[in-house]
């Protein structure tokens, strides 16, 4: 290779943020242009404008259906982030800011994408978790525009052969719908580790890269070599080299399909390996994996898109599907974790300057107690004749007084009270809130977000919000070594745990169980299987003096690999 040769294909590689392990070559595939319309045309005689209030109505309704049907046909992260846009289509504020500019004279298209701009730019300014939901607006008006126009809906073509779909940014409807057997692999320029196009990538299995930079300049059609751990993207790779690099690949997703549990490093150090599921479906398809229990169940999505609270009796037969999937295992059920970017109808949120750091979680309880504890008694209901009874945590918790408040509240109900660490407030008095629990279970995502105060949806920060940051594993180890120190389990259930690399070191930090979307659990139980206890331990030590996420990566790989 000549140094012309060498430069080019140096500057060939994009770098990015790794999202979801794996290896994928193939052309690259762009999503459809969604349809512009100018907000200042269209105007309607007002002996028309009824009709086109109707249309607007009907447009409305009939994307929302068809995204609620997407979320019932879905699972785990999908599931709610389709439920939340088919709220959002549905969303009185945002079709009564339409109906505003319609009454004054606008078409209905004309109105929706008028309307979307001034909630976009409010969600905007509020930063945070909010500012992360004007991709998911704009997604819900163009599916409404294109309904008005009798347009097809807009979207991720399916390609004719298997691709890899590169974009600026996916809405997350477009993510949920992909097809693992045509779209090989995923890149964006936005987006960070833990954003629902991450996130939901990791649940499909498909190989994903977020926030590259350069990516913007790559043409449809380009071949590409995509690879999610290392965070890579390289353009007209050498054939030779991604053919070598996807069999690689192949040949460690055939070793971890051989792997069938329990978790535990290669000297017999045991480490539980769990699934975050969503729903009864999520569970039992967990439980055709090699899945000990549930470490994370979200019990957001009963409450999602509902105009009144479900009744104690209705929830508690959506949990007992999932408690029914592992009827004698280890199942920690999360309280319910709205707010934020996923608003209550029925909960009376207050306007906040910003809602990351506002009422969500367990703060909820503080303003409607009866919420939470209707919540319990349901999950309780659904336990009746449970030989191990649900381990139940609360989100956001921030003091001691919460943590204990909410073990007392969940002992009465005869279920095993725990908490979520995070918080950087929580990590730091972890020794305390094991005091009043029974155990602790580490939300990577958010601790991750507030640890470095950068919004993890900020493609600009997602080098802050990687959870290799050795500040947000510092306080890992905190609260592990109080976990240690009390004799009370420390699981860690955020997307770190998918990551296989960073799960052994989680587990030489002491982490207890490990939790992740199920088609990460093989891959995560099969790398731990194949290092030691001490492997796992010298390399968390080694990232602990890390400086950086990359140095941190390097150190683990160099010990463990």
């Known amino acids: 290779m000549t140094r012309s040769q060498q430069v080019k294909a140096v500057e060939s590689v994009l770098r990015g943020?790794?999202?979801?392990?794996?290896?994928?070559?193939?052309?690259?595939?762009?999503?459809?242009?969604?349809?512009?319309?100018?907000?200042?045309?269209?105007?309607?005689?007002?002996?028309?404008?009824?009709?086109?209030?109707?249309?607007?109505?009907?447009?409305?309704?009939?994307?929302?259906?068809?995204?609620?049907?997407?979320?019932?046909?879905?699972?785990?992260?999908?599931?709610?982030?389709?439920?939340?846009?088919a709220a959002m289509a549905a969303d009185r504020g945002w079709v009564g800011a339409a109906e505003k500019l319609i009454a004054a004279g606008a078409a209905a298209p004309a109105a929706a994408t008028a309307a979307t701009e001034q909630f976009a730019e409010m969600f905007s300014k509020l930063g945070g978790l909010m500012a992360e939901r004007v991709t998911d607006l704009r997604d819900v008006c163009d599916r409404v525009v294109a309904e008005l126009l009798g347009l097809p809906e807009p979207g991720v073509?399916?390609?004719?052969?298997?691709?890899?779909?590169?974009?600026?940014?996916?809405?997350?409807?477009?993510?949920?719908?992909?097809d693992p057997t045509r779209i090989l692999g995923l890149a964006t320029t936005l987006g960070g580790a833990t954003s629902h196009t991450a996130i939901i990538a990791r649940q499909l299995g498909i190989p994903c890269v977020v926030a590259v930079s350069g990516l913007?300049?790559?043409?449809?059609?380009?071949?590409?070599?995509?690879?999610?751990?290392?965070?890579?993207?390289?353009?007209?790779?050498?054939?030779?080299?991604?053919?070598?690099?996807?069999?690689?690949?192949?040949?460690?997703?055939?070793?971890?399909?051989?792997?069938?549990?329990?978790?535990?490093?290669?000297?017999?150090?045991?480490?539980?390996?769990?699934?975050?599921v969503q729903d009864g479906a999520g569970a039992r398809a967990a439980a055709a994996t090699p899945a000990e229990g549930i470490g994370l169940f979200r019990t957001e999505l009963c409450f999602l898109d509902r105009d009144t609270e479900p009744s104690a009796q209705e929830q508690a037969r959506i949990y007992?599907?999932?408690?029914?999937?592992?009827?004698?295992?280890?199942?920690?059920?999360?309280?319910?974790?709205?707010?934020?970017?996923?608003?209550?109808?029925?909960?009376?949120?207050?306007?906040?300057?910003?809602?990351?750091?506002?009422?969500?979680?367990?703060?909820?309880?503080a303003r409607d107690s009866g919420i939470l504890e209707r919540q319990l008694d349901a999950i309780a209901t659904a336990a009746e004749g449970r030989e191990t009874p649900p381990m139940v945590m609360a989100p956001m918790i921030a003091t001691v007084g919460e943590a204990r408040s909410f073990a007392t509240q969940v002992r009465a109900r005869g279920l095993i009270a725990g908490v979520m660490i995070e918080v950087p407030a929580a990590a730091l008095l972890a020794e305390a809130l094991l005091a009043e629990v029974d155990f602790v279970s580490i939300g990577t995502n958010d601790l991750a977000q507030y640890t470095m105060a950068a919004d993890r949806m900020s493609p600009d920060l997602a080098a802050l919000t990687d959870p290799w940051q050795p500040?947000?594993?510092?306080?890992?180890?905190?609260?592990?070594?109080?976990?240690?120190?009390?004799?009370?389990?420390?699981?860690?259930?955020?997307?770190?745990?998918?990551?296989?690399?960073?799960?052994?070191?989680?587990?030489?930090?002491?982490?207890?169980?490990?939790?992740?979307?199920?088609?990460?659990?093989?891959?995560?139980?099969?790398?731990?299987?194949?290092?030691?206890?001490?492997?796992?331990?010298?390399?968390?030590?080694?990232?602990?003096?890390?400086t950086d996420p990359d140095d941190a990566r390097a150190r683990a790989r160099r010990i463990l690999r």
């Open 17 to 85: 943020t790794p999202a979801v392990p794996g290896v994928a070559a193939a052309p690259a595939i762009r999503p459809n242009p969604r349809g512009q319309i100018d907000a200042r045309s269209g105007v309607v005689a007002e002996s028309d404008r009824a009709s086109e209030l109707s249309a607007l109505r009907d447009a409305a309704e009939i994307v929302a259906g068809r995204l609620r049907a997407r979320a019932e046909a879905s699972t785990g992260a999908a599931a709610e982030v389709l439920a939340a846009n």
């Open 320 to 365: 007992r599907e999932v408690l029914d999937a592992y009827p004698a295992a280890k199942v920690v059920v999360r309280t319910l974790d709205a707010g934020s970017d996923k608003p209550l109808r029925f909960a009376d949120h207050p306007d906040e300057a910003n809602p990351a750091l506002g009422v969500r979680g367990i703060r909820i309880a």
């Open 471 to 546: 500040a947000v594993l510092t306080l890992v180890a905190r609260t592990a070594a109080a976990g240690r120190q009390a004799g009370k389990p420390v699981g860690v259930c955020g997307e770190a745990a998918a990551d296989p690399l960073l799960a052994c070191v989680l587990a030489g930090l002491g982490v207890t169980s490990l939790s992740a979307a199920s088609p990460a659990v093989a891959g995560v139980g099969a790398q731990l299987s194949a290092v030691s206890l001490a492997d796992c331990e010298a390399a968390a030590a080694s990232v602990l003096a890390a």
């Open 157 to 178: 073509p399916t390609p004719e052969r298997p691709s890899i779909l590169i974009a600026r940014d996916l809405a997350p409807a477009d993510t949920a719908g992909l």
């Open 216 to 276: 913007d300049d790559v043409p449809a059609g380009a071949d590409l070599l995509v690879d999610g751990a290392s965070g890579t993207v390289t353009v007209d790779p050498d054939p030779v080299v991604a053919e070598a690099a996807v069999a690689d690949s192949r040949a460690t997703a055939a070793r971890n399909a051989s792997w069938i549990g329990p978790g535990a490093t290669s000297d017999g150090h045991r480490v539980g390996i769990l699934a975050n």
